[in-house]
């Protein structure tokens, strides 16, 4: 069943379906471009010498040209959807990653995926790529939209897009326990807000509980000189104990210690990491293990959506996940972890199911 995520064109809004269509047979560059640049004032954070933000409104000039930039390209005589996301790796340099058949969660064809490079010249980001038959393309980002070349020509143009997920700003039903709404920290152990009203990481909720339903809107910072776990490292653990792995994953494999995953246990079935500084959700169906006379009879289990894509369905957990402050156990709090980077929260809440 195709579920749909809200994208924000520059036109307007519109709904796309994760129902994929394959391309085959096709040269399309490896690289697209995007959006115009915006100069902005520089106020980072500085973590080992590197710049780290957390505010959109503060950022660098590389900021507003990275992102995800979503349209059509002809293939044999059709027309097909074609994604792309642009990751800014600092100093004017980007990672760029297509897509055919759309985005991940939207239609993309994982398997024909293939990847290119960007270098910022002035309020332009040229880009080289490789294309699944291995033909060289090019590509520009310029004045907000992503153009593939072929000499001279554009032979594809793909503007940017904003995805939001279809559950932020969900409101807490009748019967949930507010652990976060931004009016103060009643709700959880250990808080810190920011001076715009946002839950900082390294914090526990006060509830614990063992089945429930979770609501989690989360904001990465943007670290474009990091890699890896470097990259805003924070988590989700359920119960203090099993971590759903928050981390700027944007455009990379998916893996279980990239956003999304189940640390230690499981990939997400899709990399559904939007570009840093997105707000983000997570919701999560979880069902807390069972025991019985001091020993665990029945496994944890949880179905997570991120950004309103199933991404673990009904996923058995084998045993608690590293890092966590709880043993396994009937109940548990929810704790965000501080790995270090200013990770940001807010609107979260739980709703036991006993």
Known sequence: MATFMRVMHPSG?????TSAKRLRGWSLLAAIACGSLVAMPCQAAEAQGKPVYDNP????????????????????????PFGVQVVAEGEGRFKVVGY???????GADM?????????????????????????????EIRDGVLLVLDGGNEIARFPKVDRKSPTLGRKAPEGAVVVFDGSGLDGVEGGRMTDDGLLMQGVRSKATFGDATLHIEFRLPYQPQDRGQARGNSGAYI????????????????????????YKAAAPAVNMCLPPLAWQTYDIDFTAPRFED???VAKARMTVRHNGVVIHDNLE?????PGGTNGEGDAGPLFLQDHGNPVRYRNIWIVPKS
């Open 13 to 17: 809004p519109s709904a796309v379906p």
């Open 57 to 80: 409104a503060a950022t660098d000039a590389d900021f507003p040209l990275q992102g995800e930039y979503a349209g059509e390209v002809e293939v044999d005589g059709q027309r097909m």
């Open 100 to 106: 055919p058949g759309g985005l991940p969660g939207a």
């Open 111 to 139: 398997s024909q995926k293939f990847h290119g490079q960007g270098v910022r010249e002035g309020a332009v980001v040229k880009i080289e790529g490789v294309d699944a038959q291995g033909a060289a393309h090019r590509g």
């Open 239 to 262: 119960q203090g104990a099993y971590e759903v792995q928050m981390l700027d994953s944007f455009g990379l494999e998916g893996l279980d210690n990239e956003c999304g995953g189940i």
């Open 294 to 296: 001091g020993k665990k």
């Open 317 to 321: 957990i084998p045993e608690g996940t």
